[in-house]
Each structure stands twice: as structure tokens, then as C-alpha cells.
């Protein structure tokens, strides 16, 4: 079992900054691939970005290529998202997950933080 806590979520304005961090306990690999999602009332939940471990490759969704930066410390066994150039459509709950394989379905991780809202205001 990995339990993942997500944290620095809030509310910002609109070209502002966060970074989210996501602390991994509990059964940690080196295999798990560190993903980050978002949800928006209403819609389904998508792949914001992703980063393998024992690979450093890095992974992003179009909306947020060039202002979303994923990395990870593995000492520490937490992975940041660093938000920057935020817009209103950022809004969303947004959540840290783990998995074995990289990809871009919610439904190929395995574990799954609790959530963390951002809002951002326009």
C-alpha cells in the first residue's frame, strides 16, 4: 500500500503561481510512476502531468505545457507540481496519484491522494 498527502493548494490570482507537493508513505518502488490529475465540477478527471522515477522523463498535458513543471525528490519520497501563469481554467481539485506504467488514464493508477483545490481568480 502507498498513501499519498497532497498540499499548497489555494486560491490565487490569475498569472500567479503555486506549487502543489504530494508526500508518498507507506510501500514505496522504484518502478511507480508519479502522476498528477485534475477535476473540475462536472467534468472527468485528466492527466495534467506525470514523471517516472527510476527514469527522470517528464510528462505533460498540452493545456499546460510551458507553465506546469513536474519533478520529484525521491529522497524525500515527494513529487511537486509547480503551477505558474495560472488562469481561470485551472481551477480544479487536482490529485496526486501512482502507478506502474506511465499513462495518461486515471484508471492505470493505482493509489490516489485526497485532493487539493486550486482556484484560480480572474
Known amino acids: 500500500q502507498v498513501q499519498l498527502v497532497e498540499s499548497g493548494g489555494g486560491l490565487v490570482q490569475a498569472g500567479g503561481s503555486l506549487r502543489l507537493s504530494c508526500a508518498a508513505s507507506?510501500?514505496?518502488?522504484?518502478?511507480?510512476?508519479m502522476g498528477w490529475f485534475r477535476q473540475a465540477p462536472g467534468k472527468e478527471r485528466d492527466f495534467v502531468a506525470a514523471i517516472r522515477r527510476s527514469v527522470i522523463s517528464t510528462y505533460y498535458a498540452d493545456s499546460v505545457k510551458g507553465r506546469f513543471t513536474i519533478s520529484r525528490d525521491n529522497a524525500k519520497n515527494t513529487v511537486y507540481l509547480q503551477m505558474d501563469s495560472l488562469k481561470p481554467e485551472d481551477t480544479a481539485v487536482y490529485y496526486c496519484a501512482a502507478g506502474t506504467s506511465y499513462s495518461v488514464l486515471h484508471t492505470s493508477y493505482d493509489y490516489w491522494g485526497q485532493g487539493t483545490q486550486v482556484t484560480v481568480s480572474s
Open positions: 507507506g510501500r514505496t518502488s522504484s518502478s511507480y510512476v
